[in-house]
């Protein structure tokens, strides 16, 4: 019941360049989010954009769905060592709320 | 505040003695779940709870149990505990399956 796939696996940049990120999911969603996680903690929730939506801000965060490819990206602009985080999006719908392994995010000041 | 709470923060213990997990929320929600996560496996589900009473399996439910007798309190049993379940275990919960999922601090188990 994957639904949820991050790619890369791995990102490295350096402090001040724009990092992007995308999931893949399987099945119709409801809505796609996107989470942070700092290392050993609890997940924090960034972003949600429902089905109907095509693109949505909060802050440095750009989050666009694509529901014919299935995809979605998470960009973050002009970056900070504080984002070296994981990030993980969920696309709940037809199954349960899963996540995927998530892409590794490290910055480089 | 509002907030998931989870007891304990750190465990270890041995192989076959049956412990428990706690998880709290005080946001009324009725969505609840528990995740595992392990290195180079990402998070994955164990159980989750639409309502009270109602449990149903994750991905990975084998060795668990959980309960669900009150909106607020969702516990993770481990009736015999073994190495294999050593890992880092998050509690969540939302108003419902769909939505913004708010997670607990988690519980770093070691099974010796």
């Known amino acids: 019941s994957q639904q949820g796939e991050e790619d890369p696996q791995a990102l490295s940049i350096q402090e001040g360049e724009n990092a992007t990120m995308n999931c893949s999911y399987k099945?119709?969603?409801?809505?796609l989010q996107w989470y942070r996680q700092n290392s050993g903690r609890g997940l924090v929730h960034l972003i949600l954009?429902?089905?109907?939506?095509r693109e949505k801000h909060s802050g440095r965060l750009r989050v666009t769905l694509d529901t014919s490819k299935k995809s979605s990206s998470l960009l973050i602009t002009a970056s900070r060592a504080a984002d070296t985080a994981s990030y993980f999006c969920?696309?709940?719908?037809?199954?349960?709320?899963?996540f995927g392994k998530g892409t590794r995010l490290s910055v480089i000041a | 505040e509002a907030q998931v709470t989870q007891n304990p923060r750190y465990l270890i213990t041995v192989t076959g003695k049956k412990l428990t997990v706690t998880c709290s929320q005080n946001?009324?929600?009725?969505?609840m779940s528990w995740y595992r996560q392990d290195p180079g496996l990402g998070l994955r589900q164990i159980y989750y709870?639409?309502?009270?009473?109602?449990?149903d399996k994750g991905d990975v439910p084998e060795g668990y149990k959980v309960s669900r007798k009150e909106k607020r309190n969702f516990p993770l049993i481990l009736e015999s505990p073994s190495p294999n379940q050593t890992s880092l275990y998050f509690c969540?919960?939302?108003?419902?399956?769909?939505?913004?999922?708010?997670f607990g601090p988690g519980t770093r188990l070691t099974v010796l």
């Open positions: 969920a696309a709940p719908g037809d199954t349960p709320l899963v």
């Open positions: 954009i429902r089905s109907n939506e």
């Open positions: 709870s639409m309502n009270v009473e109602v449990t």
């Open positions: 969540a919960s939302s108003y419902q399956d769909t939505d913004t999922q708010y």
């Open positions: 099945t119709s969603i409801n809505n």
């Open positions: 946001m009324n929600h009725e969505y």
